[in-house]
T-cell receptor, first 113, second 115 residues
Framework: EPEVTQTPSHQVTQMGQEVILRCVPI?????FYWYRQILGQKVEFLVS????????KSEIFDDQFSVERPDGSNFTLKIRSTKLEDSAMYFC???????????FGNGTRLTVT | AQKVTQAQTEISVVEKEDVTLDCVYE???????LFWYKQPPSGELVFLIR??????QNEISGRYSWNFQKSTSSFNFTITASQVVDSAVYFC????????????FGQGTILTVHP
């Protein structure tokens, strides 16, 4: 069964550094999402993306965050200047249609030191 | 604004016991979806079920069953004859109207099944 792939599985970065989290959605999917889960807490919506633009974003998704689909297969989340509180598990998800269930990747654990 | 409440932070049971995980939601929309996800210790999110607001039929899948009641805004999840492999964090989630991909998750319930 096709799946959403996220790399790396774990990334450690220093405060203030830029980090790019990478995702390869399922190939025929058109709707892409990023979610975040701070350790021990609930999963939170960050942003949805369709047709090369952001459809919706949460209050968490401030100017430090950006998303991009640089080619036909990758979907990236960039954090420009990481803070300690950005440490979390970041999940990418995709769907073929906005009414279809999301397919989540296995997540990237980001640790900011 | 939409909200999902999972009042049970942690549940501990012994293998073969039945266990019910509660989920209560709030929404102003008449059209919405409800979900359950399982997060095992390895961390991934495993999709279990999706229910739309117009379908109140209960569902059974093997040892899993779901009870959707609009009158009480609840979508509870029961595991029958629990097993150690059921140990995980379980999340209930809600999406509204045209923002189907924007899920609002509950805080999660940590289920531990002891042998």
């Amino acid at each position: 069964e096709p799946e959403v792939t996220q790399t790396p599985s774990h990334q450690v970065t220093q405060m203030g550094q830029e980090v790019i989290l990478r995702c390869v959605p399922i190939s025929n999917h058109l709707y892409f999402y990023w979610y975040r889960q701070i350790l021990g807490q609930k999963v939170e919506f960050l942003v949805s993306f369709y047709n090369n633009e952001i459809s919706e974003k949460s209050e968490i998704f401030d100017d430090q965050f950006s998303v991009e689909r640089p080619d036909g297969s990758n979907f990236t989340l960039k954090i420009r200047s990481t803070k300690l509180e950005d440490s979390a598990m970041y999940f990418c998800a995709s769907s073929s249609d906005p009414t279809e269930s999301l397919h989540f990747g296995n997540g990237t654990r980001l640790t900011v030191t | 604004a939409q909200k999902v409440t999972q009042a049970q932070t942690e549940i501990s049971v012994v293998e073969k016991e039945d266990v019910t995980l509660d989920c209560v939601y709030e929404t102003r929309d008449t059209t919405y979806y409800l979900f359950w996800y399982k997060q095992p210790p390895s961390g991934e999110l495993v999709f279990l079920i999706r229910r739309n607001s117009f379908d109140e039929q209960n569902e059974i899948s093997g040892r899993y069953s779901w009870n959707f009641q609009k009158s009480t805004s609840s979508f509870n999840f029961t595991i029958t004859a629990s097993q150690v492999v059921d140990s995980a964090v379980y999340f209930c989630a809600l999406s509204e109207g045209t923002s189907y991909g924007k899920l609002t998750f509950g805080q999660g319930t940590i289920l531990t099944v002891h042998p």
